[in-house]
């Protein structure tokens, strides 16, 4: 009976590793994720809603809590608070940002009842999803260090030709003023 015992607990163990196997691989390389619990969605609208967010570049995955949990964890990616209920990971697009506007926007129909948002992932650091909401998206970000790169090189080339400028109209308004004939002197 105890060899049984064994092979069974063996047989459990290895296919805990290899769901975590699984899972690793599916989100390998990934570094932003959303959290969220879905309870009460049929199946028919639940595959329509994943054939329309792999269409844009986000998967979805259930996964059981305490294997994410250890996935997470030798990612390097310590998340706490989110473990509870069902979790289903979404992952894609191009930023956290962006992935959390499409998230919002394919579910918000559906209502809070039956999506729930537990929080995000955002470059490995954990964030509620009102902030991933919030977050610039990759493009956004880029233009913002660009904009703060240009910005002091505008002000300085302004501060530069501003001065210049009211010297080069000083001159040019000397150079075009007329030279008065000079006054005859009385005569005594």
Not at 45 to 61: P, S, T, W, Y
Not at 107 to 114: E, V
Request: net charge positive; charged share 25%; glycine share 8%.
């Amino acid at each position: 009976m105890s060899t049984q015992l064994q092979a069974s607990q063996l047989k459990a163990k290895d296919i805990k590793k290899m769901q975590m196997d699984a899972v690793k691989e599916s989100v390998k390389g990934v570094r932003d994720f959303v959290m969220m619990t879905v309870v009460g969605l049929n199946a028919i609208e639940e595959n329509k809603q994943r054939l329309a967010l792999r269409k844009k570049g986000i998967r979805l995955q259930m996964v059981k809590n305490s294997l994410a949990r250890r996935v997470f964890s030798e990612m390097g990616i310590e998340v706490d608070g989110v473990w509870t209920q069902s979790t289903t990971l979404a992952w894609g697009g191009t930023s956290i940002s962006g992935l959390s506007k499409e998230l919002q926007t394919a579910f918000k129909p559906l209502g809070d009842k039956i999506i729930t948002f537990k929080g995000a992932i955002a470059d490995g650091q954990l964030v509620t999803f009102a902030q991933a909401l919030k977050l610039p998206t990759r493009e956004e970000a880029i233009g913002r260090v660009v904009t703060l790169f240009l910005s002091p090189a505008s002000r300085l080339a302004s501060q530069l030709l501003g001065p210049a400028g009211k010297v080069s109209g000083q001159i040019k308004s000397v150079s075009e003023k007329k030279e008065e004939p000079a006054a005859a002197a009385p005569v005594a």
